[in-house]
């Protein structure tokens, strides 16, 4: 047999599959049905959706405590404990949806980026669940996902800029398609989620009687609203670059001088709660959003320059786990209200990695047809995985200067 043989046989198959026939009277006779399947770090999610975007069914295991207590994630750990859940997690999703593995039309899952202990784990599921089934496989890009969750729960056409933000990623994107992205800006080193978690991590904000069940990024933002953030200077990253990248590596460096200067003024330890960490963290988080916002308003000029955006109805989506911050939503706020944009914000639950937003990919992928494989088909995960096309150096050659705009943010 040819490969052009072999081809067409594999594209009829798939066919067949979507077509997606249900008996009269089942739950899936009016909607195609997906499952979404989310590994990529530390939590394992798993959700059953269908094409209008209503959720059957959903189940989430957070590795969130085990991590507290170890003081960051350790990958093996994680995996360990996805393999433990997985399929408890997956199982829960379609019992409390009332779906059975034959009514699926398809299964989504996150295969790129992320840890690749973690990632192998959901993918080596989902290959085993799919061919099992003989159900299409939906291989997801983890922050399409993000950019896209948005369009569940708002009305909301292409193309549109988008901030993503969380523990592992940052980055500055035009939406033009459910696979087609115009990457602006990225992460030159390390994400703003983990620069926050660093930074709580050194405060040992775990001892603070109100932050021990809380993330470093929630303890920062708790600490925070009692802050002076005024009190420490810390210098806002590349200042001098004109472009939409980002950089939060520095930012981590100026913040631990300053932690020791203090342990030392204050003669203790480090692991001993300073006097002043609320006024720390409030410094923090306010550079960290305020660097967030300059790239996103040279994002956003650099757009309307080279017309990426609609004229009507310009909008920012800002997604990922660092965007349940509210003091960070409150500067891209000011602005989006600046420049004429209006900004989109998923529900905090939404923004931390879940499977929702994996089954919504999936049904955005189904709708067009689009990178749908069928069961068979061997996928490798992909722990680094740049978004769409980047186009980053274009920005930087446009050398745009960004007018004053006094971010007096609210706490």
Known sequence: MTLITMSRCRARSLQRLLRCKYASGSKASCSRLVLGIETSCDDTGAAVMDETGTILGESLHSQKEVHLRSGGIIPTVAQQLHRENIERVVQEALDRSGVTPAELCAVATTVKPGLAL?????????????????????????????????????????????????GGHSLLAVARGVRDFLLIGHTLDEAPGDTLDKVARRLSLRKHPQCFTLSGGQAIELLAKDGDRKRFGFRTPMGQTPDCCFSFAGLRTQITMLIKKKEAEEGVEEGTLLSCVNDIAAATQHTVALHLAKRTHRAVLFCKANDLLPSDSPTLVLSGGVASNQYIRKALMIITEATGLRLLCPPAKFCTDNGVMIAWNGVERLREGNGILPPDVDVSYEPKAPLGVDISAEVRAAAIRLPSIRLKIPN
């Open 118 to 166: 973690s990632l192998g784990v959901g993918l080596q599921f989902s290959q085993r669940f799919v061919r099992e089934h003989t159900k299409p496989f939906i291989p997801i890009h983890h922050m399409e996902a993000h950019a896209l969750t948005v369009r569940m729960l708002h009305p909301l056409t292409f193309p549109f800029l988008v901030l993503l933000v969380s």
